[in-house]
Structures are given as C-alpha cells and as structure tokens.
C-alpha cells in the first residue's frame, strides 16, 4: 500500500444489519475485501458485522460506496461474483467522482444501467457498459467497438433476450461471418448447423447464460431464437426483432452493407467487432470499418467505443490487450517514420536529377 500523508489519512466504519449476507459481502476467507484493497489502496478490516476502512479520503470513500453497492446487491436477491466486486469498484470510481456535483440526486451516482431477464440481472461494470446498454435501449442500430473481453456480444445477447422475455420483439437472430471457411461451408462434415455450430459458439455461450436450457432448446426450435451465418441474412426483411452481428469486423463491405439494410419495422441492430482484428484476406476493406466511416453522425445511430480499460474478464486480458495495442502503435510508427524517409529519399533523388 503506498504512503499516504497523516493530513490525507481517514477511516470510516461501516455497519451492516443483516448478518445472514456477511460471508457473501466479505467473500470466502474476506476475499472480496481483499480485492478491494488490492484495488483501492486501503486496508478493510472485518469484525463482526462492521468494516473499518482506511486509507486516503479518496480511496477510503469509494472502498466505502463499493461495499455499499454489493450489500444493496445482495439485499436485492443476487449473488455476487469476482467479476461483481471488481464492477462496484468500477462504479465507485466513477461515483465518488460526481459526489461534489450538487445537482445529480444520490441514487443517480450509483446507478449503472442494467439488463434484467428472469435467469439473472446484469449490471454494467464499466462506463462503457453503462453507456452500450442505454444506447442499446435509444438507438436502432447500435455499434459496439472494441477489443475482446468488454462484454460487448454478451451484453448485445442478454438485452435481445430480455425484451423477447417481455415480449417487446418476436425473435432474435444472431450472426457471424464464418470467414475461416469462406463462407463455404460445404466441405465440413454434417448437416447445414453441424457446419457452423463452431463459428457461432460464442453466440450459444451467451444464450446459454441467459436463458434456461428448455426455454432456449424451445426458442431454437420454434425459430424465435436463430443463430446462423452472415451468408444466410441475404434477401430477408427482419421485422419485430432483435439482430446481433457478431465479428463484424470480418464482413466486406457489400455483406455489411446487405445485413443493414435487413433492418425491418420495430427492430433493432446490434453491430459488434474489433477493427484491429480483421481476418479478411490482405488488401480488403473490412465492412465494418466502412460502415463506422461512412454512417459517422446518421441520426438513430449510436457507437460505443470500449477500451483495454473496460475488459471485465481476468485483469491479465486487460493487460495482454494493452501490450498488443502498443507494439501496433509501435509498429505503426515504424511504418510512418520509413515511409516519410523514403519520400525524402526519393525528394532528393529528384532535386539531384532536376
């Protein structure tokens, strides 16, 4: 824990009523306490069913909200997971923050947006999150941006999911180009689904989080719920749905510009993909980096932009995806430096010759 000046010092003690949710808050042998000291930079000491928190007055006051957080959580009937602890932090951050705006009621500081379905309730961990579910909720066509890890696809999947469990839409399709076989499915064994199940196992992934297995296995059956291949869109009018292309960064530009305009009567598109990560053949334009650039500022349109900092699965992918933006970054500017010099190579070559 790093020094901390005796005029920047405070503690707080935090008193919880309920002791039946003490293990659950404090986590098994006080781990979740321990992530937030990790954290924050505090010490938090358990006894009882108090918690005196130490540190900086900073620090101490978001240990203090992101404990508040998970016992309202817990109050509220759910479990908590790592992942939960580390998103009350998240929010804390962000509250403690807004604390000296006057205006803003206090419920307002701690309220990321959330997505509920009967299985479970899912609150965003990070601003980005926040921002996806409340433009998911404004636009009819949403871009979610960024690299793997943010929540983007399985969020996308638990809203479809929960506006078909309230009845708001009659079915939800999921997408993904399948370019590691060209979108030549032929030469695999099986039937036509047995050929892209492997393609379209991360979109199963989400729907499997979200929805009871026979409700799911119903869905599937019935043609509520469709997973297929991008390829399988082509000359369809999507209406009272929810469609989610996942990898969007592997279309071309015509099949992006095909799946958009699938978009039918009260439904909704949700767009998500990775522009740094294109596994198109060298030298074509990704759909979907055309689509960001020639859709900039169509009204009923929202883009959500996540970074390294918004990856909620082990803190380890947050920084593997920062080392390979950097060696890109790195790599880019080696590029630009080579191709400036070799223009003045070829300046000067001309001057000489003149």
Same mark, same amino acid.
């Given at each position: 824990?790093?020094? +901390?000046?005796?005029?920047?010092?405070?503690?707080?003690?935090? #008193?919880?009523?309920?002791?039946? @949710? @003490?293990?659950?808050?404090?986590?098994?042998?006080?781990?979740?306490?321990? /992530?937030?000291?990790?954290?924050?930079?505090?010490?938090?000491?358990?006894?009882?069913?108090?918690?005196?928190?130490?540190?900086? $007055?900073?620090?101490?006051?978001?240990?203090? @909200?992101?404990? =508040?957080?998970?016992?309202?959580?817990?109050? %509220?009937?759910?479990?908590?997971?790592?992942?939960?602890?580390?998103?009350?932090?998240?929010?804390? =951050?962000?509250?403690?923050?807004?604390?000296?705006?006057?205006?803003?009621?206090?419920? &307002?500081?701690?309220?990321?947006?959330?997505?509920?379905?009967? *299985?479970?309730?899912?609150?965003?961990?990070?601003?980005?999150?926040?921002?996806?579910?409340?433009?998911?909720?404004? &636009?009819?066509?949403?871009?979610? +941006?960024?690299?793997?890890?943010?929540?983007?696809?399985?969020?996308?999947? #638990?809203?479809?999911?929960?506006?078909?469990?309230?009845?708001?839409?009659?079915?939800?399709?999921?997408?993904?180009? #399948?370019?590691?076989?060209?979108?030549?499915? %032929?030469?695999?064994?099986?039937?036509?689904?047995?050929?892209?199940?492997?393609?379209?196992?991360?979109?199963?992934?989400?729907?499997?989080?979200?929805?009871?297995?026979?409700?799911?296995?119903?869905? /599937?059956?019935?043609?509520? +719920?469709?997973?297929?291949?991008?390829?399988?869109?082509?000359?369809?009018? !999507?209406?009272?749905?929810?469609?989610?292309?996942?990898?969007?960064?592997?279309?071309?530009?015509?099949?992006?510009?095909?799946?958009?305009? *699938?978009?039918?009567?009260?439904?909704?598109?949700?767009?998500?993909?990775?522009?740094?990560?294109?596994?198109?053949?060298?030298?074509?334009?990704?759909?979907?980096?055309?689509? !960001?650039? +020639?859709?900039?500022?169509?009204?009923?349109?929202?883009?959500?932009?996540?970074?390294?900092?918004?990856?909620?699965?082990?803190?380890?992918?947050? *920084?593997?995806?920062?080392?390979?933006?950097?060696?890109?970054?790195?790599? !880019?500017? #080696?590029?630009? !430096?080579?191709?400036?010099?070799?223009?003045? $190579?070829?300046?000067?070559?001309?001057?000489?010759?003149?």
């Amino acid at each position: 824990m790093r020094p +901390i000046a005796a005029s920047d010092m405070m503690h707080v003690v935090l #008193a919880f009523e309920d002791n039946r @949710l @003490l293990g659950d808050l404090f986590g098994q042998f006080d781990q979740n306490l321990a /992530l937030i000291e990790q954290r924050l930079g505090v010490e938090a000491v358990a006894h009882g069913n108090q918690v005196t928190i130490r540190g900086d $007055k900073k620090s101490t006051e978001q240990a203090k @909200l992101a404990l =508040e957080s998970l016992y309202t959580r817990l109050q %509220g009937g759910h479990d908590i997971t790592p992942g939960d602890v580390d998103g009350s932090i998240r929010l804390a =951050e962000v509250a403690e923050a807004q604390l000296s705006l006057p205006t803003m009621e206090p419920k &307002s500081r701690m309220a990321f947006a959330q997505i509920a379905t009967r *299985r479970k309730t899912l609150v965003a961990r990070t601003t980005a999150q926040d921002a996806y579910i409340r433009a998911m909720d404004r &636009s009819d066509l949403t871009f979610g +941006i960024g690299p793997a890890g943010t929540g983007k696809t399985f969020l996308a999947v #638990a809203y479809a999911a929960a506006l078909l469990e309230r009845g708001e839409i009659d079915r939800m399709i999921l997408s993904r180009p #399948a370019v590691e076989a060209g979108e030549r499915l %032929g030469f695999l064994p099986g039937d036509m689904k047995e050929k892209v199940d492997p393609y379209l196992r991360p979109l199963y992934d989400g729907l499997n989080e979200m929805m009871a297995p026979e409700k799911l296995e119903r869905g /599937l059956e019935s043609g509520m +719920i469709e997973v297929a291949p991008l390829a399988f869109m082509r000359g369809r009018t !999507l209406s009272n749905a929810v469609v989610i292309l996942d990898e969007a960064q592997n279309t071309t530009s015509m099949q992006m510009k095909m799946f958009l305009t *699938r978009l039918g009567e009260n439904s909704k598109m949700i767009v998500t993909g990775d522009p740094s990560q294109v596994d198109l053949p060298p030298g074509q334009m990704s759909g979907l980096r055309d689509a !960001l650039k +020639i859709l900039d500022g169509v009204e009923g349109i929202s883009r959500v932009d996540f970074t390294e900092s918004d990856v909620v699965r082990h803190e380890l992918v947050a *920084r593997i995806v920062g080392a390979y933006d950097n060696e890109s970054r790195r790599r !880019l500017k #080696a590029k630009e !430096l080579r191709q400036a010099e070799e223009a003045a $190579k070829e300046n000067a070559e001309q001057g000489s010759k003149e």
